[in-house]
């Protein structure tokens, strides 16, 4: 878990939030919700594959001539 040291002459208000930052970096609140409730075994199988597929599709769409900015594709 992070932690944060209050430097001198620094409000408690600043350290909070650099407290926040540190956590949402470590990724605690995004675990916290993954962990709020049970998720079958193969819901979760099924959420990775769909999560893959959109990767792999957003990926394939960018390296795509056809469907790359037109401004970039046709130098006048």
Do not use: W
């Amino acid at each position: 878990m992070p932690g944060v040291i209050l430097k001198p002459s620094e409000t408690l208000e600043s350290a909070i939030r650099r407290y926040k930052r540190a956590c949402e970096k470590a990724g605690i609140p995004a675990e916290v919700r993954r962990r709020e409730f049970y998720e079958k075994p193969s819901a979760v199988e099924k959420r990775e594959k769909t999560a893959a597929r959109k990767r792999d599709r957003k990926r394939l769409m960018r390296n795509n001539p056809l469907f790359m900015d037109r401004k970039k594709q046709h130098k006048h």
